[in-house]
């Protein structure tokens, strides 16, 4: 099983749709979660951290579960510009800390 | 405030030749990874610096890769001499350590031939 495993897409939406991605980690010493944003042949960026609590910034919500060791990512009235792959990241405690990446999901939005 | 540099962005050599990247971190970041992605995949980590230790390099292919930082601010990573495989995008990030996120370079694109 793999340590950050994501859901592989591609996501193809008309504009103004709702979309969800789903992520699950392994490790249940995981200390911190991230979704971050790569376009075509760019680095990737931070989108948003992830708390427990959940987070929201403008369009985008984060949610995590602990319990259920899972993360997803909400976009509400997707826009032609959120076309890019999204990469869920999980902060692992083996021995000291690391950033492991999912394979990411491409999201493609329509007009 | 400057983000992580990179060079060179592209680089195209022979196989067998050897190349090498460098990599310039946030000021302040004690945290450097170095990752290899290739395309459709997400970035998979070759080695995670604190400092100037090298705390993580499980996944580094010692035969032919190696990688310094010294004085714990900029890192170079070396492959010699390199296979046709080798061809991804090698991508530098720091951070502050800890639980903190990670801030990217824009990379190397390295094409094997």
């Known amino acids: 099983r793999k340590e950050v495993e994501q859901d592989p897409g591609p996501f193809n939406v008309p504009e103004g749709a709702t979309v969800a991605f789903n992520c699950t980690y392994s490790n249940s010493a995981s200390q911190s979660f991230f979704w971050y944003r790569q376009d075509c042949r760019k680095e990737p960026k931070l989108l948003m951290s992830?708390?427990?609590s959940g987070n929201e910034d403008g369009r985008f919500t984060a949610q995590l579960n602990r319990a259920s060791q899972y993360i997803s990512l909400l976009i509400r009235d997707s826009k032609l510009s959120d076309s890019a792959t999204y990469l869920c990241v999980v902060n692992q405690r083996a021995g000291s800390y690391q950033l492991t990446f999912g394979k990411g999901t491409k999201l493609s939005v329509i007009p | 405030e400057a983000g992580v540099v990179q060079s060179p962005r592209y680089k195209i050599i022979e196989k067998k030749q050897p190349v090498a990247f460098w990599c310039n971190p946030i000021?302040?970041?004690?945290?450097l990874y170095w990752y290899l992605q290739n395309l459709g995949q997400g970035p998979e980590l070759l080695i995670r610096y604190e400092n100037e230790e090298a705390v993580d390099d499980s996944q580094l292919p010692k035969d032919r890769f190696s990688a310094e930082r010294l004085k714990g601010v900029d890192s170079t990573l070396k492959i010699q001499p390199a296979e046709l495989g080798d061809s991804a995008v090698y991508l530098c990030?720091?951070?502050?350590?800890?639980?903190?996120?990670?801030?990217f370079g824009q990379g190397t694109r390295l094409t094997v031939v």
């Open positions: 000021s302040g970041h004690n945290t």
């Open positions: 990030a720091s951070s502050l350590g800890g639980v903190t996120e990670a801030f």
């Open positions: 992830v708390y427990s």
